[in-house]
């Protein structure tokens, strides 16, 4: 694929063609060697539009957020200088491009009026416009780089000012390689004055001065979405957003506490839980060496020694045993009868052995005599 320079300055030009309908699609750019009409005050041609360049035009329209604009006499071009507003006669679908033997061609809207403007009247009166002006930046070999914005007219010269200016915006804000090619303004000196230069400024400052609008334009793009600004809000409406939302959700620090506080109360509820546990498991051995489900001092210890969680578990499979339940001794032999130094098991520690299947040897070696 060929690539094209700019010329040492950017150019931008403007030449004009019969408005011509064909398939629902309009002719926007002509196709071949073609020059400025009559009394065009700013680029004489010959310009040149190859189905190669048509194709450059066309991804470049395809990457493009808008619709491309239709206005009337130029006045995109003007408006700053005259104040006046500039309506649009009609928008171009950037995506309906296509390139055709006599030239680049792209669905159009028009409005009302300009539908009205452009046709011939009912017994043939001729419209109030005949001709659609495209303005396009080309290279040194006279071929079109891009497609700016169209007007109706009847007179499609642009004057030497309203070149200037769109060279600069051409310069500024289309995605060139500025490292690639020279940026030496038709009057340099305009160029340096948008950029806010000094008037002896060097090709490296101004490329540098590009490159930093356009990363503040991306800037302030990704900031539009992070407050999800319109991508026309002004930068003070942007602002303005910012601190809406930081105003409605104000930080209530009364449902934060410190650190320190925090690991506080951890600490005296671990400590309470601690001691509830205790409280239950006590409360827990005693109800079974009262009801026979713990048979002794030394399982009560043990379990005591397991925790609360083996205590429940314990209690919640052992038999209540009706003997120890009945007896006023809970278990120990009655006042006066000794029992110790023959072995043997009484019937309430026979009961236990029966109720927890232990032998009598088990049950005396665990619970000596």
């Known amino acids: 694929m060929t690539t094209?320079?700019?010329?040492?300055?950017?150019?931008?030009?403007?030449?004009?063609?019969?408005?011509?309908?064909?398939?629902?699609?309009?002719?926007?750019?002509?196709?071949?060697?073609?020059?400025?009409?009559?009394?065009?005050?700013?680029?004489?041609?010959?310009?040149?539009?190859?189905?190669?360049?048509?194709?450059?035009?066309?991804?470049?329209?395809?990457?493009?957020?808008?619709?491309?604009?239709?206005?009337?006499?130029?006045?995109?071009?003007?408006?700053?200088?005259?104040?006046?507003?500039?309506?649009?006669?009609?928008?171009?679908?950037?995506?309906?491009?296509?390139?055709?033997?006599?030239?680049?061609?792209?669905?159009?809207?028009?409005?009302?009026?300009?539908?009205?403007?452009?046709?011939?009247?009912?017994?043939?009166?001729?419209?109030?416009?005949?001709?659609?002006?495209?303005?396009?930046?080309?290279?040194?070999?006279?071929v079109p780089l891009d497609l700016l914005h169209l007007a109706l007219t009847n007179t499609p010269a642009i004057d030497e000012g309203a070149a200037q200016l769109a060279a600069a915006r051409?310069?500024?804000?289309?995605?060139?390689?500025?490292?690639?090619?020279?940026?030496?303004?038709?009057?340099?000196?305009?160029?340096?004055?948008?950029?806010?230069?000094a008037t002896d400024a060097t090709d490296e400052q101004i490329d540098t001065a590009i490159a930093a609008l356009k990363a503040a334009k991306a800037d302030a793009d990704a900031f539009r979405t992070a407050l999800g600004a319109k991508d026309d809000a002004k930068p003070a409406e942007a602002v303005a957003a910012l601190k809406a939302s930081s105003a409605t959700a104000p930080a209530d620090m009364s449902q934060y506490v410190p650190v320190e506080v925090y690991q506080e109360a951890t600490q005296q509820l671990a400590a309470l839980k601690s001691g509830s546990e205790t409280a239950e498991l006590d409360a827990l051995i005693k109800e079974g060496l009262e009801d026979g489900r713990i048979p002794g001092q030394k399982t009560a210890d043990w379990l005591r020694k397991s925790g609360l969680?083996?205590?429940?578990?314990?209690?919640?499979?052992?038999?209540?045993?009706?003997?120890?339940?009945?007896?006023?001794?809970?278990?120990?032999?009655?006042?006066?009868?000794?029992?110790?130094?023959?072995?043997?098991?009484?019937?309430?520690?026979?009961?236990?052995?029966?109720a927890m299947g232990l032998t009598p040897e088990q049950y005396r070696a665990a619970n000596p005599a």
């Open 4 to 142: 094209h320079s700019l010329h040492t300055k950017p150019r931008v030009a403007a030449c004009a063609l019969r408005v011509q309908v064909t398939d629902n699609k309009t002719r926007l750019m002509p196709a071949g060697t073609f020059h400025a009409p009559r009394g065009a005050a700013e680029g004489t041609g010959p310009w040149h539009l190859s189905a190669e360049a048509a194709q450059a035009i066309i991804r470049l329209a395809a990457a493009r957020s808008t619709d491309i604009a239709i206005d009337y006499e130029h006045q995109i071009l003007y408006s700053e200088k005259n104040g006046q507003p500039a309506p649009a006669s009609g928008w171009v679908d950037p995506r309906s491009l296509e390139y055709r033997e006599d030239g680049l061609y792209g669905t159009v809207t028009w409005t009302a009026k300009a539908r009205a403007a452009i046709e011939e009247g009912p017994n043939g009166e001729p419209p109030e416009y005949r001709y659609l002006s495209p303005v396009f930046p080309y290279d040194a070999n006279g």
């Open 170 to 197: 051409m310069a500024i804000t289309h995605d060139v390689n500025v490292d690639a090619q020279e940026i030496d303004t038709v009057k340099r000196e305009q160029l340096i004055a948008t950029l806010g230069l």
């Open 309 to 354: 969680a083996a205590c429940k578990a314990h209690l919640a499979e052992a038999p209540s045993i009706a003997a120890l339940k009945t007896t006023q001794t809970q278990g120990k032999p009655p006042e006066g009868k000794d029992t110790k130094g023959d072995g043997k098991l009484n019937e309430t520690e026979l009961a236990v052995c029966k």
